[in-house]
């Protein structure tokens, strides 16, 4: 059975950085990933988007190995604020978009 | 970037009533809105999606009699919750996709209202 799986949590130290990978081993072959940040009782908040290789914008890096599989959600140097539920989205390859089981990031001082 | 809108934030009902949800684009149209369900502690689960002037389409196992979704404008997106009971109470998500305001180089980024708890008394 397909799946998107992330780690349930992970605990971090401001400062520090957070690699948070998801699985994602049915991705189709023509979609992008994305990732999402979601505080409680709030809609998810766009991170960042790949196809391939390495991507990176002001607030992340996105990696994500040749053969699609898996991507990796890199936050550089986090802070409290960081704290929060991460979900990387994918499109299956029935062309289903799913949500990852999302990792619970806890940053502490 | 974009903003989508969503109310109300929060709706209590008694068993048996009716909820409506909005969604709005805000600053874009939208033609494809996505309505979303998320329980506690879980990830979110794709309801249904919402096309503007005809009918949503609507993920394995969600009731179209139960949610019912109307996409009437290029912004705006309703999804009202018939006959409530209380194993309907969760937290609803809508998101549209603007094509338009995607940062250089990303592709059909879904943009999310703040969501609405439904409790269901």
């Known amino acids: 059975l397909a799946k998107t799986t992330q780690p349930i949590s992970m605990d971090s130290y401001e400062g520090q950085e957070v690699n948070i990978t998801c699985s994602h081993n049915?991705?189709?072959?023509?979609?992008?990933i994305t990732w999402y940040q979601q505080f409680p009782s709030q809609g998810p908040r766009f991170i960042i988007q790949?196809?391939?290789t390495k991507v990176t914008n002001e607030v992340a890096s996105l990696f994500i190995p040749a053969d699609r599989k898996s991507s990796t959600l890199s936050l550089p140097r986090v802070s409290l604020s960081d704290t929060a539920v991460y979900y990387c989205?994918?499109?299956?390859?029935?062309?289903?978009?799913?949500f990852g089981t999302g990792t619970r990031l806890l940053v502490s001082p | 970037g974009a903003v989508v809108s969503q109310h109300p934030s929060r709706v209590i009902c008694k068993s048996g009533t009716s909820v409506k949800i909005e969604c709005r684009s805000l600053?874009?149209?939208?033609?494809?809105m996505f309505w979303y369900r998320q329980f506690p502690k879980q990830s979110l689960m794709l309801m249904a999606t919402?096309?503007?002037?005809?009918?949503?389409?609507?993920e394995q196992g969600v009731e179209k009699d139960k949610f019912l979704i109307n996409h009437a404008s290029l912004t705006l997106s309703t999804l009202t919750v018939t006959s409530a009971h209380p194993e309907d109470s969760s937290f609803y998500i809508c998101?549209?996709?603007?094509?338009?305001?995607?940062?250089?180089?990303?592709?059909?980024?879904?943009?999310f209202g703040a969501g609405t708890r439904l409790s269901v008394l």
């Open positions: 998101s549209a996709r603007d094509p338009t305001s995607a940062p250089r180089g990303a592709k059909n980024i879904q943009y």
């Open positions: 049915n991705i189709a072959t023509n979609d992008y």
């Open positions: 790949g196809y391939k």
């Open positions: 989205l994918v499109k299956w390859g029935f062309q289903k978009l799913v």
């Open positions: 600053d874009f149209q939208a033609t494809t």
């Open positions: 919402s096309n503007e002037g005809s009918k949503a389409t609507y």
